[in-house]
């Protein structure tokens, strides 16, 4: 009498060799003989590189002490940085007033977190809250002049203070200007597209520092008598204006991705122009257009080490003017290397928080 089997033998897992850290391992840096020597070679290299750092920067570093005599190793002498370490965060900013710039970050990170997370499913109030309170609550708390707080001059603000002041400005004013300006040249007023082009090739035209300069030097020759504005003022509308032009070329390019058909699927159901344009076309086109929008905010962070040129002392600067004090001559390595630090942790928390947005919307769209 035969014997048959009717139940599914349950399927075996894969080979180790196949899944986990070993199969991405022989999958993408052993696959091939070519690939095993590049392999090699690059963690040879990476090894002597790190381990040399990782010794100048952590084993031989000094830490402790107040003077530059305390430091005797052959590593890093952080001493420097610990003992600047107010003037690298706030510049000049009073010490006993320092207070009021914390609890301006501390607002910040709070509607950011609402608005970038998914905590919070609708980005209404916390948006209210981010662009709309924030902004005026920081202004009160960072100049003072109200409420009893005592009033402090921009020409003491610096440091990571002003950098952060100045990239977070600008980012947040020209993206929707950028997004205008995209609009503008794609209208079919041609007044309306002469000039959006005209401001956008011109301001792409020059390089930064140019815009800065003419912004803090030239405008006040332009304006009436008695008629001023503040070197910072002048140096985040100068950012903010040429990075909307970029910004505007970014969204152009975005727009020009989508099909016809969206704007003409969304006029026979009765939309206006703006109605499908803020509600079907701009949508799409801001998630194509993500890697480009957060790669513009990234350049215009780094770009804000170009004020200097106009006399704001910005992280760098501050760094670089605490090197020549001195006392500390000769410590631009550290300095560098700590600014450099920490341009990249926010540099890189702008990339990863971008590529957990395009997969979170599938802008990849992949096959």
């Not at 970050?105 to 924030?134: E, M, N, R």
């Not at 122009?273 to 215009?300: C, D, E, R």
Request: with cysteine.
């Amino acid at each position: 009498m035969a014997i048959v089997k009717t139940e599914r033998h349950p399927d075996l897992p894969p080979p180790t060799s196949q899944t986990g850290v070993i199969g991405w391992m022989r999958e993408n840096l052993f696959s091939s003989p070519l690939n095993i020597v590049l392999t090699l070679v690059a963690g040879y290299v990476s090894w002597v590189a790190l381990s040399s750092l990782i010794s100048y920067a952590f084993i031989d570093a000094n830490f402790a002490g107040t003077t530059r005599e305390d430091c005797t190793g052959s590593g890093a002498c952080w001493v420097f940085i610990k003992m600047r370490f107010g003037q690298i965060m706030y510049g000049f900013y009073p010490e006993e007033e320092r207070w009021r710039v914390d609890v301006g970050y501390v607002l910040v990170a709070i509607g950011l977190f609402f608005v970038l997370s998914d905590v919070v499913k609708d980005k209404k109030w916390p948006a209210i809250y981010l662009f709309g309170f924030v902004p005026v609550a920081c202004y009160i708390l960072f100049s003072g002049g109200y409420f009893g707080l005592e009033h402090v001059e921009t020409a003491q603000w610096g440091g990571l203070f002003l950098t952060l002041v100045l990239a977070s400005v600008s980012i947040f004013v020209s993206l929707p200007l950028g997004i205008v300006l995209a609009l503008g040249r794609r209208s079919s007023m041609p007044v309306v597209r002469m000039i959006c082009v005209g401001f956008i090739e011109f301001v792409r035209g020059v390089p930064l520092i140019t815009v800065l300069f003419m912004a803090s030097v030239m405008l006040p020759l332009f304006l009436p008598e008695g008629v001023n504005f503040d070197k910072l003022v002048r140096a985040l509308v100068g950012m903010s204006l040429f990075a909307s032009a970029y910004m505007a070329e970014v969204v152009r390019g975005g727009l020009q991705a989508i099909p016809k058909g969206q704007m003409e699927a969304a006029k026979s159901l009765g939309l206006g122009y703006w109605q499908a344009m803020g509600f079907i076309i701009l949508p799409q086109a801001l998630k194509i257009s993500i890697p480009s929008i957060v790669n513009t905010f990234i350049g215009l962070f780094k770009d804000t080490t170009l004020v200097l040129i106009i006399g704001l002392l910005d992280l760098l600067s501050i760094v670089k003017s605490g090197t020549t004090d001195k006392e500390w001559i000769g410590m631009a390595q550290e300095g560098y290397i700590f600014v450099a630090a920490v341009f990249f942790v926010f540099c890189f928390g702008m990339s990863r928080y971008s590529i957990w947005l395009e997969n979170k919307l599938h802008t990849g769209h992949k096959r």
